[in-house]
T-cell receptor
Framework: GENVEQHPSTLSVQEGDSAVIKCTYS??????FPWYKQELGKGPQLIID?????GEKKDQRIAVTLNKTAKHFSLHITETQPEDSAVYFC?????????FGAGTRLTVKP | DSGVTQTPKHLITATGQRVTLRCSPR?????VYWYQQSLDQGLQFLIQ???????AKGNILERFSAQQFPDLHSELNLSSLELGDSALYFC?????????????FGNGTRLTVT
């Protein structure tokens, strides 16, 4: 089955700086890669996703890149704000099996 | 607001007891997924239902069971509870049978077993 590794487990940045979270997956047949943001006391919420036929996708300050050859994908947040502080999860989907990474706790210091 | 409703928000019970967690999916969604999130742990998939039928099974213990009713709401039953079952339990819904479309999560039920 699919195995997803996520790094780093914690990340602290200064407000206005960029943050990058990386994930690797094991099954080359995986074709859908969502990212979820979980704020304290809430459930995970989808913030961006990418499919295997696309190399990059951007939505305002958030972007995701996918390297199918290397089997890794990354979340990029630019101009970070304190409200970006949360736990971020990556995931990879393949053949009716979705695996989540262990999560990254992002702290944005004002 | 994801549109997924979970009740209760908090549940405190003793070891050996049985509890039922309830989930109402987003309007129009036929799939319901249950996840367990322990302290500082990731999301562990338990089970999925689609339009009333079990679709996929993850790391769900035999002491746990679930069902999806004709009105599409779902219940997760946890029995013979142990201290280690203390966790956040999330329900998610989607419009398709598989995970290749966005999941919409509820805000979870926090279960504490004492």
């Amino acid at each position: 089955g699919e195995n997803v590794e996520q790094h780093p487990s914690t990340l602290s940045v200064q407000e206005g700086d960029s943050a990058v979270i990386k994930c690797t997956y094991s099954d080359s047949a995986s074709n859908y890669f969502p990212w979820y943001k979980q704020e304290l006391g809430k459930g995970p919420q989808l913030i961006i996703d990418i499919r295997s036929n696309v190399g990059e996708k951007k939505d305002q300050r958030i972007a995701v890149t996918l390297n199918k050859t290397a089997k890794h994908f990354s979340l990029h947040i630019t101009e970070t704000q304190p409200e970006d502080s949360a736990v971020y999860f990556c995931a990879a989907y393949n053949n009716n099996d979705m695996r989540f990474g262990a999560g990254t706790r992002l702290t944005v210091k004002p | 607001d994801s549109g997924v409703t979970q009740t209760p928000k908090h549940l405190i019970t003793a070891t050996g007891q049985r509890v039922t967690l309830r989930c109402s999916p987003r309007s129009g969604d036929l799939s319901v997924y249950w996840y367990q999130q322990s302290l500082d742990q990731g999301l562990q998939f338990l089970i999925q239902y689609y339009n009333g039928e079990e679709r996929a099974k993850g790391n769900i213990l035999e002491r746990f069971s679930a069902q999806q009713f004709p009105d599409l709401h779902s219940e997760l039953n946890l029995s013979s509870l142990e201290l280690g079952d203390s966790a956040l339990y999330f329900c998610a819904s989607s419009s398709t049978t598989g995970w290749n479309s966005p999941l919409h999560f509820g805000n979870g039920t926090r279960l504490t077993v004492t």
